[in-house]
């Protein structure tokens, strides 16, 4: 006699492979953030234009200052030392 409806499945003969051959669901809640991370951007700190503001000249003159006492302190190391650069420190 055949299984009537929702009924469970008389001697379920399955291999072990069956899930391959049969319409499972066990990802469904994988799919859905899967699709829905696909769908939006991540992060939306990226799209909005930052700039319009304006420094402050006393933190741009002190970057400056700073540059200037960092530059003397570098050594370059040439690839060509056949031609060094006047002003500079090289080994």
């Known amino acids: 006699m055949a299984p009537s409806r929702n009924g469970m499945i008389l001697k379920p003969h399955f291999r ?3 899930q391959r051959r049969m ?7 994988a799919r859905k953030i899967r699709r829905v991370r696909a769908l939006w951007p991540g992060s939306l ?8 503001g304006t420094s402050p000249l006393l933190s741009l003159q002190a970057n400056v200052q700073r540059l200037k006492e960092y530059l003397p ?7 060509k030392p056949s031609a060094p650069q ?3 420190q090289f080994c």
């Open 16 to 18: 072990k492979d069956w």
């Open 45 to 52: 700190a990226f799209l909005w234009i930052r700039g319009g």
């Open 23 to 29: 319409a499972t669901w066990f990802s469904q809640q």
């Open 73 to 79: 302190k570098l050594i370059f190391f040439l690839r």
């Open 86 to 88: 006047e002003g500079r």
